[in-house]
């Protein structure tokens, strides 16, 4: 279990992380999401003990990461900064690893075959692309066989058959009942893998629930209609009662009702449908609706982000997320350091 309380780090005038207060749990692939330059790595490094926070607490199995003995066999992490040691080849910088933490040689071996890399074990890291230096930061993560993991963006650098191995191993870490705490900007696949989320802006904690809830919470259900009568169908739906409003590629977007209720109603009229079709929201859609006013480093207009398309035009204002602590109206969150916009 991981345990954060009041977790706050400041650079001079810049509050990297503003009083974070979460638990991951085990058992559970627990997400770590948030938009560049919220505090993320930070936070990580502060509960690998790697930066000191400025106050609050960040305690692994109840104690510091500092204060562990063996710590590869409690927590295994795989942070952005790797550091490996240019000279050593991949076999000796994990016997290496392992010797440090007790752990039997023969268990490099095995790393090395989980992650892939046993053909080159022998070879220099320094050589090895983004996406082998990736396999070869789990294998170190693993080595201790520890029952939390951390990974800092694990995907990155990774093809499609490593993104679909690591999205497996880690629900097989948490399977086993291990606490396994992962950011990733890749939205769809944090969706494919990630069962809790917790999601910080600015340093803040914005929410801290299960996947399917932040999805739900965050975004807006609603029956994307089209038709070659527009006019027609826009009457017969209002006078019904059906909030509408305009969606791309001249389709119109129904809120508030289902599509049976809308099928029916047009079809007491005969007005021809061309599509008729309920729309879930990504998890995508959620992080950019709730995050969208804490988002330090914001693309300009002309792009899909500055051009709103990532909330959609007619979106409403995004609702109180509630997390532990107290609920957070992000749009009381502090902004006064947005740029562009
Ligand atoms: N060593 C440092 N000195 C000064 N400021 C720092 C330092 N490390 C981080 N920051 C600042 O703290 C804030 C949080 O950075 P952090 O790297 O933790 O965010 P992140 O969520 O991991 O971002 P990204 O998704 O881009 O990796 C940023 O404003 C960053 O510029």
């Known amino acids: 279990?991981?345990?954060?309380?009041?977790?706050?780090?400041?650079?001079?005038?810049t509050t990297a992380v503003d009083r974070l207060s979460f638990t991951v749990r085990p058992g559970v692939v627990t997400g770590f999401l948030g938009p560049n330059g919220a505090g993320k790595s930070t936070t990580?490094?502060?509960i690998m003990g790697l930066d000191k926070p400025t106050s609050g607490d960040a305690l692994?199995?109840?104690?510091?990461?500092?204060?562990?003995k063996e710590p590869l066999t409690r927590v295994g992490a795989l942070l952005e900064a790797r550091s490996v040691q240019g000279g050593r080849t991949a076999y000796n910088h994990l016997l290496w690893l392992a010797q440090s933490n007790d752990i039997?040689?023969?268990?490099?071996?095995?790393?090395?075959?989980?992650?892939?890399?046993?053909?080159?074990?022998?070879?220099?890291?320094?050589?090895?692309?983004l996406g082998?230096?990736?396999?070869?930061?789990?294998?170190a993560a693993l080595l201790g066989d520890p029952r939390i993991l951390m990974f800092d963006e694990p995907v990155n650098g990774l093809d499609p058959e490593g993104i679909h191995w690591i999205r497996n191993l880690m629900k097989q870490l948490a399977a086993e009942g291990r606490t396994v705490f992962v950011s990733s900007h890749l939205m769809s696949e944090m969706a494919l893998t990630a069962d809790h989320l917790v999601v910080i802006g600015k340093g803040q904690l914005l929410a801290d629930m299960p996947m399917a809830e932040f999805i739900s919470q965050n975004s807006r259900s609603y029956v994307r209609v089209r038709t070659p009568e527009p006019e027609r169908m826009r009457d017969v739906l209002t006078a019904g009662g059906v909030h509408l409003a305009d969606g791309p590629d001249g389709t119109i977007e129904a809120e508030g009702t289902d599509a049976a209720k809308i099928g029916e109603l047009v079809a007491a009229e005969g007005v021809v449908l061309h599509e008729l079709s309920p729309q879930q929201a990504s998890l995508e859609e959620a992080f950019m609706r709730l995050t969208a006013q804490t988002v330090q480093y914001q693309a300009g207009p002309g792009t899909a982000a500055g051009a709103g398309l990532a909330a959609g035009p007619n979106w409403q204002q995004p609702p109180q997320t509630t997390a532990p602590g107290g609920p957070v109206d992000v749009s009381k969150v502090d902004v006064s350091q947005k740029e562009g916009n």
């Open 1 to 13: 279990m991981i345990e954060l309380t009041g977790l706050t780090k400041r650079y001079g005038s």
């Open 44 to 46: 990580m490094r502060m």
């Open 60 to 68: 692994v199995d109840g104690t510091h990461y500092a204060k562990l």
């Open 104 to 129: 039997p040689a023969r268990r490099v071996d095995e790393v090395l075959g989980l992650v892939g890399l046993t053909e080159v074990a022998r070879k220099r890291p320094s050589g090895f692309s």
């Open 132 to 139: 082998m230096g990736q396999r070869l930061g789990i294998a």
